[in-house]
């Protein structure tokens, strides 16, 4: 994980330990403030750990808010594909929102969660081709260095 998703996925995992009521933000500021301290003479922690460590939550609160966070995360990709997919397709909002519904139903019921491209293809609104195009972009969106190094090895291989 690059620096930028590390600080985006400790501010998303303070950010619901505060939401859950597990904590207050000042002792998010805190943990912060401990983390940056051991960051500057090259000690590492994970943002759980240390609010676990300071007492601050329980190692089942901990457990909890990584799933959630886990859950946000995946939300957050599934909404990129979904915005791409509206964008870039037949797609609709309505759509979309059948696939979330469906994706929380499925969780729900602890059972296995298919991506939204899946369940958008199931249901007949998008083609599988549609489909691997709209992650070729989300992917080149996520991270456009590594985007760049596979058309670059592509156009060497060609060359060969």
Same mark, same amino acid.
């Given at each position: 994980m690059d620096q930028e998703q590390g600080q985006y /996925?400790? !501010? !998303?995992?303070? +950010?619901?330990a505060v939401r859950l009521g597990y904590c207050t933000q000042a002792d998010i500021d805190k943990v912060i403030e401990l983390q940056l301290q051991a960051s500057s003479i090259g000690r590492e922690f994970f943002f759980g750990d240390l609010l676990y460590k300071q007492g601050i939550l329980t190692k089942e609160q901990v457990e909890g808010i990584i799933a959630e966070q886990k859950? +946000?995360?995946e939300r957050q990709e599934e909404l990129l594909f979904g915005r791409l997919a509206m964008t870039n397709t *037949? =797609?609709?909002? /309505?759509?979309?929102?059948a696939a979330l519904e469906e994706q929380k139903r499925l969780r729900g019921e602890e059972k296995e969660t298919p991506k939204i491209g899946e369940i958008l293809i199931s249901a007949g609104k998008l083609t599988e081709q549609e489909c691997q195009a709209l992650l070729k972009t989300q992917a080149r969106l996520r991270d456009p260095k590594a985007?760049? @190094? @596979? =058309? +670059?090895?592509? @156009?060497?291989?060609? *060359?060969?």
């Open positions: /996925a400790n !501010l !998303l995992f303070g +950010e619901i859950y +946000e995360m *037949e =797609v609709t909002q /309505a759509d979309i929102d985007w760049w @190094s @596979s =058309v +670059e090895d592509q @156009s060497r291989e060609k *060359e060969h």
